[in-house]
């Protein structure tokens, strides 16, 4: 799915550039809401922020 959208971008990059940073704006909100929201859930869940480094790829 990331590689789907990832090419659909480039292609619009290039026919329609106006369109792209629309989309760009989007998802950069979107992705910040649920980022914030999974963030939540996953300390709902009772899993620790070193925990939820490694799920993530990042150290403590």
Same mark, same amino acid.
Request: charged share 25%.
């Given at each position: 799915m990331r590689e789907q959208l990832r090419e659909r971008l =480039?292609? +619009? %990059?290039y026919?329609?550039?106006l369109a792209a940073l629309r989309l760009?704006?989007? +998802?950069?909100? !979107? %992705?910040a809401e649920a980022?914030?929201? #999974? !963030?939540?859930? #996953?300390? #709902? =869940? =009772?899993q620790t922020w070193g925990e939820i480094a490694t799920g993530l790829g990042l150290t403590e």
């Open positions: =480039d292609v +619009l %990059t026919e329609a550039p760009v704006a989007v +998802l950069e909100h !979107a %992705t980022g914030e929201a #999974a !963030a939540h859930a #996953a300390r #709902a =869940d =009772d």
